[in-house]
T-cell receptor, first 114, second 114 residues
Framework: GDSVTQMEGPVTLSEEACLTI???????????LFWYVQYPGEGLQLLLK?????DKGSNKGFEATYRKETTSFHLEKGSVQVSDSAVYFC?????????????FGKGTKLSVIP | SQTIHQWPATLVQPVGSPLSLECTVE??????LYWYRQAAGRGLQLLFY??????ISSEVPQNLSASRPQDRQFILSSKKLLLSDSGFYLC?????????????FGPGTRLLVL
């Protein structure tokens, strides 16, 4: 079945450092790929998405490129801020019985220190 | 714009007691609706999804059930809670956009079973 593997956390960075969170997937067909962010005590917010190979999703300085040849969707940001501290989830969607279901990675906790 | 509400925000219940969590969506019609559980250290697990009133699909056998009495209302229930039901419950909605679908999450309900 479908699966998503993302790098283990926690990740601790200093403010203005570069961020990369690796995400690889296993899926049949052509899934859509997503990054969600969860701030402490809150629900998940959609950060960015890509629906086909070579698409680049971007939002709030974060970006990720859908790489079908390496089945990857790594999240990157050039300069992190303290406010980026959160848990980041990589996910893919696949169709089934009239609905699209998300398969999530286990999440990567990011802490950014001043 | 669309909004999703969940209540209660936090709930502490004794083992063996009943449960009812509610999710409502505003600003859209005929959404697909989802219930997820996020247990500590275990990532997100899809519990139920619904593509219409009275239509419920279960992903994981358990002592929980779901109902959709109205188009934009989704309820998660249990007759007798177990300790293992503790977790963070997230409701999500989506509207199909072509062949791809993006899910949007509510603020969540934190359930502690003692």
């Amino acid at each position: 079945g479908d699966s998503v593997t993302q790098m283990e956390g926690p990740v601790t960075l200093s403010e203005e450092a570069c961020l990369t969170i690796n995400c690889t997937y296993t899926a049949t067909g052509y899934p859509s790929l997503f990054w969600y962010v969860q701030y402490p005590g809150e629900g998940l917010q959609l950060l960015l998405k890509a629906t086909k190979a070579d698409d680049k999703g971007s939002n709030k300085g974060f970006e990720a490129t859908y790489r079908k040849e390496t089945t990857s969707f790594h999240l990157e940001k050039g300069s992190v801020q303290v406010s980026d501290s959160a848990v980041y989830f990589c996910a893919l969607s696949h169709s089934g019985a009239g609905s699209y279901q998300l398969t999530f990675g286990k999440g990567t906790k990011l802490s950014v220190i001043p | 714009s669309q909004t999703i509400h969940q209540w209660p925000a936090t709930l502490v219940q004794p083992v063996g007691s009943p449960l009812s969590l509610e999710c409502t969506v505003e600003g859209t019609s005929n959404p697909n609706l989802y219930w997820y559980r996020q247990a500590a250290g275990r990532g997100l697990q899809l519990l139920f999804y619904s593509v219409g009133i009275g239509q419920i699909s279960s992903e994981v056998p358990q002592n929980l059930s779901a109902s959709r009495p109205q188009d934009r209302q989704f309820i998660l229930s249990s007759k007798k809670l177990l300790l293992s039901d503790s977790g963070f419950y997230l409701c999500a909605w989506s509207v199909p956009i072509g062949e791809r679908e993006t899910q949007y999450f509510g603020p969540g309900t934190r359930l502690l079973v003692l």
